[in-house]
Nanobody
Framework: QLQLVESGGGLVQPGGSLRLSCAASGFTLDYYTIGWFRQAPGKEREGVSCISSSSGTTNYADSVKGRFTISRDNAKNTVWLQMNSLKPEDTAVYYC?????????????????????????WGQGTQVTVSS
């Protein structure tokens, strides 16, 4: 059983912050590229931020660059997404996902955030709502 479980979503005012967590069970994340994705109602799923297996490379969507930070601790088998200066347009269901690294870290991160290639495990998602 391979599973990713997201937590930390909720309701926050514009300008506020949330920290999302993604915990893996049934496998270890050491050799997986990890990504955070989001999907708003009526919209396509988009890549938000991705990180290489050993944290050496990260990628951010232009819309969140400078506001969001992705991090991981393989010893804890956990990935986080720190979201600051939240905007109403950030409202969406946020998903974490894992893909086995089969290419160089930089290429793997770029491909994952562009939603290219195979995703091995998806989480169920956590709702983030930004509203006053």
């Amino acid at each position: 059983q391979l599973q990713l479980v997201e937590s930390g979503g909720g309701l926050v005012q514009p300008g506020g912050s949330l920290r999302l967590s993604c915990a893996a069970s049934g496998f270890t994340l050491d050799y997986y590229t990890i990504g955070w994705f989001r999907q708003a109602p009526g919209k396509e799923r988009e890549g938000v931020s991705c990180i290489s297996s050993s944290s050496g490379t990260t990628n951010y969507a232009d819309s969140v660059k400078g506001r969001f930070t992705i991090s991981r601790d393989n010893a804890k088998n956990t990935v986080w997404l720190q979201m600051n200066s939240l905007k109403p347009e950030d409202t969406a269901v946020y998903y974490c996902a894992a893909a086995r690294r089969i290419s160089l870290p930089g290429a793997a991160v770029q491909s994952m955030c562009a939603m290219r290639g195979k995703i091995d495990v998806w989480g169920q998602g956590t709702q983030v709502t930004v509203s006053s």
